[in-house]
């Protein structure tokens, strides 16, 4: 059984930085491909990045060149670096795995697993 627990979020002042992780539980076919996801009160779930089995990364437009999406796979942990974070990054951050789709879509509807999410928060 895969659960995903996601830490690193917190409050930080904007132009910081933050580094998510996302601890899976057992590593399986499941987890090779992973995603970040951003979501903030009465708003849709979007995808901010995700990673393939061989490590290639897709981003969305509104973060190309402030997040890097990484997975280790010895730690069984899925990073994503923010920088120069904005207000209006503030959103509760979750984590996405055993997509349903190739190529990987950064649609909610395209994965199966899920984090319970950690908040961040930039003022």
């Known amino acids: 059984h895969v659960q995903l627990v996601e830490s690193g979020g917190g409050s930080v002042q904007a132009g910081g930085s933050l580094r998510l992780a996302c601890a899976v539980s057992v590593r399986s076919s499941r987890t090779e491909s992973m995603a970040w996801f951003r979501q903030a009160p009465g708003r849709e779930r979007e995808g901010v990045a995700g990673?393939?089995?061989?490590?290639?990364?897709t981003y969305a437009d509104f973060v190309k060149g402030r997040v890097s999406i990484s997975k280790d796979n010895r730690e069984n942990t899925l990073y994503l670096q923010m920088n120069n974070l904005k207000p209006e990054d503030t959103d509760m951050f979750y984590c996405?795995?055993?997509?349903?789709?190739?190529?990987?879509?950064?649609?909610?509807?395209?994965?199966?697993?899920w984090g319970q999410g950690t908040q961040v928060t930039v003022s």
């Open positions: 990673i393939g089995r061989f490590g290639s990364p």
């Open positions: 996405a795995a055993d997509p349903k789709t190739f190529p990987l879509s950064l649609r909610s509807y395209a994965w199966n697993i």
